[in-house]
């Protein structure tokens, strides 16, 4: 079709391992079946709107490098947005994700008012519609961009001035409608500037019981328009300020509990805030499944060589596998995706770039699906752990776990029958061998 | 006296900021009373056993340089235990710290059996309470030490064993108690192996529930024996294992929420574990005085350009200035203290060396604790942060904290009344500047 | 007057230490004389452009904060470029900077084609003579932006693409002879994108050939056209790239060696570079002090919990005497200066706060050379090292490095008369408190 | 044979990649030719003493855990260090790794005087010979350990005594001989006190001096003594030290051109030590073989999130296909290995914990190794580069690299052709695309 805007690319088809194609699936079809359900099931992959449709290929040394021509200093932006929200769901189609997300902001130009901001977001939420509609592209979420514009360098929530807050909650109010409105299955709140620059002119306290209110907030909004879908927190540890108080999954499990909250909000995890943390991606999703919180994931990867957040696309099958067996464990995904919250390199200005970098990303997903569900069903990770702390499923085991012995009793038991428990191998080079042996 | 050890020493004193005697205090005077208090009051000094009296100089590549002749591979070790003790007594006495700190297995020899541990460390107990007697020195906290032994390589209380659990809760249940019996004004808890090494073989919800179970077993002891310290737990992220549950002091405020345990345990902050975090000193105590755990300090720092525990002795007066002024903010220390949980460096060899690194970092602390009270009485900073923050006391503001307001009410706020805050600057230069007026 | 843009801002006056006034300086007193030079001479500091002028305070999360009316999208860039020049020299005189950077993208509008930029530079340079002339501000140094356009995105003398060399060296050409006409007293290459980001499509043994002919040239042309200052080279381990081949001052002066430029080339340090490639700023200038390559200082700091470049103004007394210390200790700088390659904060959008940040960080610096001065008058560490290093003033020590003892000769002396060395305490401690003296 | 130590594990077999059997090859088939050699002489396997032998699993928190009888407090050394040559042997015969690497204090114990120490390493030596007589077990290198007595706090070379020097002179002198006696194919020198723990206490410059004369003089005696092996110096940025001088190969590199040693000394590069120096292993590879200085490696991994040695077993195909692709690139492997500097973590304390690491270590390696051939035979990355640069072969491209063209000629050139050269894409996605069909 002539006006597409990928015109040398069709919709990418899965051609198996052995394709050298580097515009199709080698290990995504989204029709197989693992485990009981298809791999599209599973992974409820989704692109995103911002740094595929927003963002020229810019850093912070250097201009834009990147093709996108709704992209004008001057000129009509709302009809530059509708021109990027066809481009953006021709991508999405052809890429074969059945989920989006976006940022109010990413859609639509900010107005002079906030009303006319709200107008231009309704106006692409039509055509979004139309495009959802005739694609059947889903939304996985929706979020408002509380960060990139000045009013909020001190932050959304956890501004000083409660004028701000005020704008920030009318704001997220319209974001979050949009994201009922057009079926989104979560709605995320990214903290990008709730934190601070220096502690000097900082009230953490106050601002810990702002953010706290802010978020009560929201949830007495969701039940209110009846929206169904989960509301995520996405941990990330700094950058652009310097502390985020969304820190990572332990920091924001605490503060749900802390606030009652926990059975309210879960994380969306993203491996690249992980490694900023000092965590590892596989901690951070084990965690989460752990403390009962998992809900969706930012898909990319960082670099363990560079501190800030470079947003690439997942590539390593090793890592991921344990990614995805540590998802299956738990149940696998509900309302959330694997979202792929990644940037080209500056450097890849090609128009292909897009859908190669999404399709390696994909490819190592689904083969990570595919060795995970080999992991669950050879068991021999869970059947050494179960074997490991099966003294907790006896009676000495369960007498501390339910409450009856305390430190009295336990001493008398040691001291009395001399107990002298020796180390036991832990055996982790033969299981990272196991792991081996999956990916 | 020709039978002490440090025989060229003698107690130390205060001289004044002109003194170049090395070991004099500049600016510790343990009397001069400031903000109503004296200095030894704000500061509670103490010196640890473990790095001094325990520790030869030996790293991971190479055999202790110190000179400490307690401290032989065969031989009667309680006697030597004698000895060690007897030469500690000598240091706080001369060093002038009104506290000293101990694990159980830094005093005295482990045994056969866990009954002839606990003997060796009453036998020690009793030495302690003569020359505590004698010499005025007070116990800061006692601890028993869940790491060393190759019994505790998975961990204590998260440890796979249950029985291994009932070894650590009889070891804690007698810490705890010789800690009250020496009249110890808090006990802490470090869980060095407390966390994992790798994942794999980790059941990270089962040890979760294992340590909140230890954790409530030692405060119902803690009860029981009429014990009213205070308890401590001491975040770490990683070192030894890989990851340390008790990661920093968000993650332990979260735990004890999540197990409705805030009003039980307080933390004890460490320098060198903030940064390893991946944060600043600062930033660990002022988010301890926010959620109200603040409960004691390990005064130490690492380096920034090391990823180890280097435990050095803290030198930077710009930095503890604000680390004083925060703790000062919050209404000083209560039952916790400034503990030197510092070493030598390896070639520190020299015998006096171990005052002169004491004195340095008791006239750091000093020093800022000066300018600190200076902070608090010209009160530049707090003044610029209420005004900061004075919106939320007008009526906007207060509708938000008090629940009076939401999502609608604020949208149709800022809607009708267009809203349109703009960017006020942080003035985050102007505040260091000021800062450093002050150190 | 009433045109001017600081008008609130009169020429910063030096009012000394007890002055609670935020724009005057408190140590800064530019004539008085310390060891001999007056602190004008010793300090020689230099605001740039390019964060002053050219950069509104984004971030890649969000747009400009600050008030900057000459960066526009439309409009004749070449009159706002002439504005722009006049704020930067009214900033430049009541600041009291002797000296002033610039890229030369920094100063003129890019044209469409190379002859077009150059001839827009050039318009520019002759503005710059004016105000020169005007107000006795004098150039450190200039420099060629090889990094933000998007022709340089693979790098400039290490590009792929030997045409794109061509036009790097064109480019330089001109910006080093405009430097030479302004007078200025270096020049600097900071290789921004002179690195890579995947090994994957690079050739690191061709670009290390490349990179150095480049160097070779740009000294050759220095020579041709007289121009008698100093070339440095910016160390810097990564950002934008993943990797910069001019990582360090070690990397730097390893190469300058393997091509024989070791006289012909010195570095200039910047402390956030030196913490963000795993070194203290103290060590860099140490380190180019030792290997005879010390340059000139880009004077900022980072933030050790960020992994990026955050160009904070230098505000860390202590840290700042012992860089200074090793300066004086090498004979004080030359051609060199501090540069103040520093932001504010985004948050910092009041116009004045321009000026706050560089008073602190003169007076940091200023602070710093006085405390410095009086560590080489008393002597106290210069005294200690050469104490240290005695022996090799000795006959053994002379008989090694003059080259008359081998293997052999040393083995069998050390056989011979059983030398057998025991440690000797570094006494780390004493000098850093010492060192705690004097800050 | 029942006085075996690892009597339950046989000679290790390759069974094939499905076979599931902890203690058997996947992929090590020795004999297996690839690229026209052996797996066996392509990866050069060496298992190292130190870590294996004299390591009881202590860590700075915690005593050893392994079970190796021959360490002992008290006892006769000499006859425990034959008892664990014996067990070492009996190890690298069953695990088939035909190398082995030792420093000299690893296998005999430190006399009270050098002369002693060294008939304890001749005694060992001797028994050495016979073993690799019988087992045909071989030396990569031999390395003499100045780190871990005392005496070596401040470093061998490097010291500020000249007396020390010459005492790490007569250790180097002999531990060469013994390396040369035993047709060790290298010897290594790693300096891990050579660096400083504070600059206040360094002579940088001077440091810098002795250790460039030790270099020399060590180049000289293996000259003299006939040994044909390689020198390496091996990188470590940090630990023990706060600095190492060999901070990484692009330092070493550098260092060695500063001296002219570039053709005298290479590099034995440890994956572990490139991730401490901010580096991936890849890049340390690659720059190593780019600057010609590749020699041998320590094959290892590290942990991203920990900030010390770990110092484990490599199991990242994924990477170590791009190591392997350097090295084969360059040639392969000439003197140098792969040395298994790796350690088990210290719970695993089961016997044949010690093969099960190796053997995930070797398989990792030797899949790499096929993974690299075939990247080597299908060439997509080298057909990609080629490409890339191929401009550099053409008239413009020659005539600046053989210095025909200068600043002059080559801005005329872009002036006049208005040469404007545009951003290419990098391909990196499609590249990491293409690897990860490898691996």
């Not at 912070?60 to 021509?69: S, Y």
């Not at 509708?82 to 639509?108: G, M, N, R, S």
């Not at 500056?346 to 995970?372: E, P």
Request: a negative charge.
């Amino acid at each position: 079709m002539s006006e597409q805007f990928f015109n040398n690319v069709n919709k990418i088809q899965f051609e198996g391992e052995n394709s050298t194609n580097p515009l199709a699936f080698r290990y995504y079809d989204e029709n197989q079946v693992v485990l009981g359900k298809t791999m599209k099931e599973h992974l409820r992959f989704a692109a995103c709107y911002w740094h595929n449709f927003c963002w020229k290929g810019s850093d912070i040394f250097g201009a834009g490098t990147f093709d996108l021509p709704w992209i004008q200093p001057t000129g009509n932006q709302l009809q530059l947005a509708e021109q990027k929200a066809k481009v953006a769901f021709e991508f999405f189609e052809k890429l074969t994700t059945p989920y989006f997300c976006f940022h109010d902001t990413d859609i639509a130009p900010e107005g002079r008012t906030l009303k006319e901001s709200h107008a231009n977001v309704n106006h692409i939420t039509e055509i979004f519609q139309g495009e959802m509609q005739r694609t059947g592209v889903k939304l996985l979420w929706g979020t408002a961009n509380l960060f990139s514009n000045p009013r909020f360098c001190a932050g959304g929530s956890t501004n000083p001035d409660p004028e701000l807050f005020a704008y920030a909650a009318a704001q997220v109010k319209h974001a979050l409608e949009v994201t009922h409105r057009l079926g989104g299955e979560n709605y995320v709140m990214w903290g990008g500037r709730e934190g601070y620059d220096t502690l000097l002119n900082t009230d953490l306290k106050q601002e810990s019981e702002q953010y706290a209110r802010f978020l009560k907030m929201v949830i007495e909004h969701k039940h209110k328009i009846g929206f169904k879908g989960t509301l995520l927190i996405e941990p990330k540890p700094q950058e652009p300020t310097k502390h985020q108080y969304d820190y990572d999954t332990a920091t924001v499990a605490g503060f749900l509990h802390e606030h009652g909250l926990q059975d309210e909000v879960k994380v969306n995890i993203e491996a690249n805030h992980a490694t900023l943390a000092g965590h590892s991606f596989h901690h951070e999703i084990a965690t989460a499944c752990a403390k009962g919180v998992m809900g969706s994931v930012d898909a990319n990867r960082g670099d363990m060589q560079n501190g800030w957040d470079t947003d690439q696309f997942p590539n390593d099958v090793a890592e991921c596998t344990l990614v995805m067996y540590e998802i299956l464990k738990a149940g696998g995904l509900t309302t959330g995706g694997f979202n792929f919250d990644t940037k080209l390199r500056r450097q890849s200005c090609a128009r292909d770039d897009l859908f190669i970098g999404h399709i390696g990303g994909m490819d190592t997903m689904a083969k990570s699906l595919l060795n995970a569900a080999k992991l669950i069903e050879d068991a021999p990770l869970s059947n050494f752990v179960e074997q490991r702390y099966a003294g907790w499923k006896n009676e000495l085991g369960q007498s501390i776990l339910n409450g009856t012995a305390n430190l009295d009793s336990l001493s008398q038991l040691v001291l009395e029958q001399d107990i002298n428990p020796k180390q036991v191998s832990g055996r982790q080079e033969l299981l990272e061998n196991i792991v081996n042996r999956y990916v």
